[in-house]
C-alpha cells in the first residue's frame, strides 16, 4: 500500500463517509473554495491506479467506491509512522 498525497488522502475521507459516488458528488463533499471537477476526477483516477478506488460504469457516469476502507489505511498509517520514527 502506498502513502496518499493531501489531496488524495481529502478525497478519501469524502469517498468513505459517502460509501460511494460520482465526482460531483465528491465535489459537492469539499467546503468552499471547492475544487474544480477535473481536478477532482483526475485525482480519482490515479486513486483508481493505486488501487485505492474501483469505478463502476452506471449508464453514461463513473460510480467510484472504495477498494481499501478507512480503516486498513489508517492502520498502514500507523505502521508506517511507528516504523519510521523508532527506526
Known sequence: ???????????????????EGVVKDVV????????????????????????FVERKKVGNVNLFFPEISKKEYTGFQFKTLLSDYFN
Open 1 to 19: 500500500m502506498k502513502t496518499l498525497t493531501k489531496a488524495e488522502e481529502q478525497i478519501m475521507q469524502i469517498l468513505w463517509n459517502l460509501k
Open 28 to 51: 459537492d463533499g469539499f467546503d468552499e473554495p471547492k475544487p474544480a471537477y477535473t481536478t477532482v476526477a483526475t485525482v480519482l483516477t490515479v486513486l483508481e491506479k493505486k488501487g
